[in-house]
């Protein structure tokens, strides 16, 4: 077994201010993690957005440690949601992996990036006079379908898009169950909403009933699939051609939680294995136009070093 120290941002609105600790002001242990506010002092008081999570973990490689890390942080985080009653998210945040006897550690490198837009031109102003005089979709549909995609999360865009479906499907207070297989299709239908004998099982219950996400779905990328499928539906079934695109790139775009990452393995130009995450996402921040001339640490390129870390 090997021993690592693990440190992870973590984005948040609410101010870490435990202070029972003198000499650790703004910072409390929970599960073995310390959790730091980002920057703190006594004068400026609490700075940034973001706290810091840290611990040393036993494992066999690195990919075990941080694997086992951010479990306890799946648990730790929600619980802290509804207590701070604040935005608080760690998925998508940095971290470091550093092997104590090693002086490289691997950092996975998150930064926020523009969103990119999409083109709004004559086929989707054509769409949009149809939808207009369309009576067959109701405006329910629209509502939850933005909502959905104004959404960030993904159950909450899930749950929503699922509200939009059954709004068109919905006739005289029942589904209409040919509406829906044409809509999906029957694969998707049974996945989603479950069959006959077993109603139960389809994601949408299981979500709307408090079971959340399990290994019978297999990872897949429902919010992609289903708006696709939806799309299709339009093109074919209201428009009767093809106004809207079905093959974008990360549908719903949104101004929030776009991002670009790395997969590096850094070196602390100054010092044997002092690497701080705080300190290295600084440098970067400092020096984004030349980020291969980082002032405190360099890359390591030697895969005779990395392949067993």
Request: net charge negative.
């Amino acid at each position: 077994m090997k021993k690592y120290k693990i440190e992870h941002k973590i984005l948040s609105l609410a101010h870490c201010a435990v202070m029972s600790d003198e000499k650790k002001p703004a910072s409390f242990n929970a599960e073995g993690i310390e959790f730091t506010h980002w920057n703190f002092n006594y004068r400026d008081g609490w700075l940034e957005n973001a706290w810091i999570a840290s611990s040393y973990i036993e494992a066999s490689d690195f990919i075990q440690a941080i694997n086992f890390f951010r479990k306890k942080l799946t648990r730790i985080i929600p619980r802290i949601s509804l207590i701070s009653q604040s935005y608080i998210e760690f998925v998508l945040e940095p971290f470091l992996v550093l092997e104590t006897s090693k002086d490289f550690a691997f950092l996975k490198y998150i930064e926020d990036k523009e969103a990119c837009g999409l083109m709004f031109m004559e086929k989707e102003e054509k769409a949009l006079k149809n939808l207009l005089d369309n009576k067959d979709v109701p405006e329910e549909f629209y509502f939850y379908w933005n909502d959905a995609v104004n959404s960030v999360g993904y159950s909450a865009k899930l749950l929503l898009m699922f509200s939009a479906i059954e709004s068109i499907v919905k006739k005289h207070n029942k589904k209409d169950w040919d509406l829906v297989n044409k809509i999906l299709g029957k694969d998707l239908v049974e996945e989603l909403f479950g069959t006959k004998e077993e109603p139960n099982s389809g994601l949408r219950h299981r979500l709307v009933h408090g079971e959340y996400f399990s290994n019978v779905d297999n990872g897949k990328n429902y919010l992609d699939i289903i708006h696709k499928k939806v799309i299709g539906y339009f093109n074919k079934e209201i428009f009767f051609e093809t106004l809207i695109s079905e093959e974008v790139v990360q549908p719903q775009r949104h101004f929030f939680g776009n991002k670009e990452e790395g997969n590096l393995f850094i070196r602390n130009k100054n010092c044997t294995n002092d690497i701080n995450l705080k300190e290295l996402l600084e440098d970067f921040n400092q020096n984004k136009n030349v980020i291969h001339k980082l002032a405190n640490y360099e890359y390591v390129f030697d895969k005779t070093l990395t392949a067993n870390y």
